[in-house]
């Protein structure tokens, strides 16, 4: 499962129709067969066989560092730059800006190059937001855009949802959804380098009757997860004990936002879905306007609840592991409110 494959013919990450469809090659093998110069589609190849002749020893010093299993997200990058058909490329230096295009290249000596500039340069491949990235009319283009995605934020549920969901599944490993439906959430749950996610609402609020529905095909079709952060805003209560028992073995950072009355539960009711899903890897539990027996205007909380607060939360840490912690944002600062979208 984690196994990432490259295809040569989509020139990306091998998805799901690309193992069953495509000739599928490893990493190493791909990053080989690029700097060989045989993956050239038209005319013969300008090197046939063997490794590249006689590499420059720093261009082999880099092949073998992407090649050794603890690089591959580099390894990745490496390839879907060396897989593109132009390369723009600005040199800004000393005053002077000298700027072109790339076009072809199919000797291996030049890729080599464009690969170490890459390397050297520390360029890093960019997170995709949906909501700004996305807005082309070609689908596929969008599509292309996600290849090899390391951080996605705001997935919306629209039409495209899916085929983003599915492109970016090989490869992801920081996601946040805007309301998703029960399915994009199972889909999230099986994405095999996924740790941080991020849930923004969940589903129309017209389909908050059909909760019920949706628990028992949650429960029915989440899979056990490796997310180790995870955050939640305004979250459907009925659905947190589903959602936290997949979870429960991985799960080190939980951060519950409830904006609203709907979403909030009280002391007792957290307390017994954090007992039936025994958290055990937990260490930061984060609450925001969450408890339903102590204010979540800040005025109020800090003035008449603070102590309330308190021992509130000294009685959830009993569900928890031991040397876990419970924090609120209105008593102890925005500050707790570490952003689960790190820089990768
Ligand atoms: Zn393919
Ligand atoms: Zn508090």
Redesign the pocket.
Known sequence: MNTLGWCPGCGAVATRHCWVRHNVLTVNAALEQLLQGDAAPSGPPLHTGGPLAAPPPLVARHLERLKDGDHEGEALQALTLLSGKTWDVILRGGGHVLSGTLRDIKDPETKALLLLMAAKGELTSRAVDCAKDLGHKDQALNLKMILGVRRLLNVPMNDLYQEVLEVAAPTVEQLSLLQPTDRALCAAFVMPRLRRLRVDGFVDESLRESLHTIESNLELNLKQGHVQWLELVAFPPTLLKVVLKAQRLSLEVLQLTAPDYYSRLDCDELLSVLEDCELRSLRRLV?VKM?DD?SPFYDN??KF??E???S??EALLEALPEEAEV??????GESVLKPMMEQL
Do not use: I, P, S, T
């Open positions: 609450l408890l102590v909380h800090v609840d603070r309330g607060c308190v509130k939360r924090v609120c944002a209105l008593c102890d």
